[in-house]
């Protein structure tokens, strides 16, 4: 029986045909299909031989699936790996280790959902954000080493009030100043008497007054308040807490003072 033969050119166009669709079956299993989305800061990698290289072949650089803002980072071992753009978030910058790792997302300073009004700074080891601070508030740096923070400026608050010079020795409280003071100026007078006196305390000391008395002549006294009277009748007073909105004066009376005092308060914060 004859045997048809194949003619010669028809089986070397047959063999060169499997021979490319061995070669794409094999490159499209070795980089198709790897375009699963991946979180920020992750990298799909591939190893590349001699031979291989980027380029559009194969749904586009080299991959699968390629698509806009993919980027190629170098990984250990000679590989490279691709950071999907669809694995960060719009506005994010791309921050490399250097020689550490690969190249990922991050938010700029790696400091994840700024808003408006923080301040980014270095504490030591990593850069970080002070979040905005309260309305009024200003940034006080505290020299190398430390970190700043947020501070309340300088601010001033005058109140008055009266105290009626024959009440029995105790306390009373003062406010209106609408902040925590750090210090205080007190000035006191008597109606119709000459007897004054000027006072300062902050929360490191207790405090200090200079007073005029009935004489005329002018001494210094422990205590914020002094208020002399003649024969010796007088009511003192000190600082017994600092509040939110004021302060608490501590009174002692002496002999039998009488009269109403005018007070006036200098809170400083």
Known sequence: MRKNKMPGWLRYATTIGFAIGLI???????????????????????????????????????????????IITGLSGGRWGRLLGSSGVSGYYIRTQGSGGPAYFSPIFGIASPIQGDIVY??????????????????????????????????????????DMSTATGTVSYTGAGFSPQSVI?????????????????????????????????????????????????????????DTDGVTLSWTKTGSPTGTANVKFLYRR
């Open 24 to 70: 794409w079956a094999l490159t499209t299993l070795a980089f198709g299909g790897d375009a699963t989305p991946l979180k920020a800061g992750t990298v799909f990698s591939k190893e590349f031989q001699a031979g291989d290289y980027i380029g559009p072949a194969f749904g586009g650089l080299g991959f699968g699936g390629s698509a806009t803002g993919d």
């Open 186 to 242: 007190v000035f006191g007078q008597v109606n119709s008497d000459p007897a004054l006196s000027v006072g300062f305390a902050n929360r490191s000391e207790s405090g200090e007054s200079i007073l005029q008395l009935q004489s005329g002549n002018s001494a210094e006294s422990a205590g914020l308040i002094h208020l002399e009277l003649g024969g010796g009748a007088k009511q003192t007073a000190v600082i017994s807490s600092w």
């Open 122 to 163: 270095y504490n030591g080891s990593i850069w970080t954000k002070l979040q905005a601070g309260a309305s009024g508030t200003y940034l006080k740096t505290r020299g190398v080493g430390s970190n700043p923070a947020w501070e309340h400026g300088i601010y001033d608050k005058m109140t008055t009030a009266t105290y």
